[in-house]
């Protein structure tokens, strides 16, 4: 296992369509797992193969409930509407006011190739678009309503 490094946006790899997994190999386990570690590393909750410049439809993703592993995922379903700030491992220290779905249904394959379908709400039903976006070569601030601000991560704060 070992961290990636994450793409930054105007890197042209972040902008390209990813290719379908067939199969599972060695490789590809090796990369989930790098994903794992460079996303929790990073302290994000979503990360998606072409930004560590893989262009596999892979993303990963743990808002706090444990990893999850989505190998071309599909949206089955989408409802209701929130709107809040977010952010990109692929744009550090910016964030943007978008608006996604409130509930997404999605299937994909697990890292088994094994079908599973996942329904999320909230912060879950943002990651999954989120990263499923960034598969077809799109980034959030495409979607931001507004400007983007810029997000102060100061450790001196949590420490209170």
């Known amino acids: 296992m070992a961290l990636r490094t994450i793409r930054i ?3 042209p790899i972040l902008n390209k369509t990813s290719k379908e997994v067939t199969k599972m190999t060695l490789r590809t386990e090796a990369l989930i797992d790098d994903m794992l570690d460079t996303m929790y590393e990073a302290m994000g909750v979503g990360l998606a193969a072409p930004q560590v410049g893989i262009l596999k439809r892979i993303v990963v ?3 706090g409930d444990g990893p999850i592993i989505l190998i071309n995922p599909v949206i089955l379903e989408a409802s209701g509407e929130q709107s809040g700030d977010e952010g990109c491992l692929s744009v550090p220290g910016k964030a943007g006011l978008v608006t996604r779905p409130e509930y997404v249904k999605v ?4 890292e088994n190739m094994k079908e599973v379908v996942y329904e999320g709400e909230g912060l879950l039903a943002r990651a999954f678009c989120h990263e499923i976006d960034h598969l077809d070569g799109h980034l959030y601030t495409e979607l931001v309503e507004g400007e983007l601000h810029d997000v102060n991560y100061d450790e001196e704060d949590d420490e209170e």
């Open 9 to 11: 946006e105007g890197d």
């Open 61 to 63: 993703v743990d808002v």
């Open 107 to 110: 299937k994909a394959l697990d």
